[in-house]
């Protein structure tokens, strides 16, 4: 275990570049032979907009990653934060508890309160829009709400007190799983359902993918499951029954262009009318 964290203390850009390309490519080329839906869509030009957010996801973590490095150094040196404050652990165990509390206080939390805050959840919502969830979907996330996320996580380094190597793991982690359970893959439901008693599974992630409520409030997890579970936040739903999109915001074409969904925060809506119709 301390050879895995002083790798992810000192681990260098093009690992980190090829996590995320190598997990986005992995799960690529999965969903397109154990497809849960067989999209009539364009692959590549679905994948567009969603690159681009990733892109600029990327670039905002990189150039605010002194204040994560900043903020780690300052914890470690004060011996501030939960992990400095428990007795002497085993290094397992503290890199265990910190990659939990960083989930809950740099994922759910966030991800729970853009539900709950109006202008937040219009930041979210380019996320939600995405008509065809695959795994190009995992980091659509308007620029605005890669600025929430980090701030978040920020808070969540200095309550926490977590070196370097804890925070790159988290970030690994969270990258690969976050892949994974917006891929758009069938696994058997009884693996699924055993594998979302510790991690999100795909099914539980995309129960909250569904365009309409109560499943767009559930399942808010990112890692762990444990999240939901414990707070009264999970709900199963039938894979089959799935509708993707957000009922306030049902136009497709609209939803695909980068220019749209960049004003998208700033725009007002109604409730809709209609039913949209399940595109397979």
Known sequence: METVIEYFETIPSLHRSIILVGGLSFFWIVESYFSLFNFQYEKWR??????FFTASTVLINFFLAFL???????????SFGILNWLPDFPLWLDVILGVLL?????????????????????????????HHVDTTTANRHHPL?????????????????????????????SLILTQFNHANIKLPKKLDLILSYLIVSPDMH????????????ANFGNIFSI??????TYLPFD??????????????????????????????????TLTPKKDL
Do not use: C
């Open 68 to 78: 994560l490095l900043q903020t780690s150094d300052w914890t470690v040196f004060h």
């Open 227 to 232: 999240w939901d579970r414990m707070l009264g």
């Open 239 to 272: 894979r089959e029954k799935l509708v993707y999109g957000v009922d306030v915001f049902y136009d497709e074409e609209a939803n695909s262009k980068i220019s749209n969904l960049l004003k998208q925060p700033f725009q007002s809506y109604s409730k809709p």
């Open 102 to 130: 960083l989930d809950f206080i740099g994922a759910y939390l966030p991800h729970w309160t853009e539900h709950r805050v109006k202008p937040l959840w219009m930041v979210h919502l380019v996320h939600h829009s995405d």
């Open 46 to 51: 679905h994948a567009l907009p969603n690159i």
């Open 206 to 217: 995309k129960t909250h993918h569904h365009y309409r409520l109560p499943y767009t409030d």
């Open 145 to 173: 709400e890669s600025l929430i996320r980090f701030a978040f996580t920020l808070l969540g380094v200095f309550v926490i007190g977590a070196n370097m190597g804890i925070i790159m793991l988290y970030q690994s982690l």
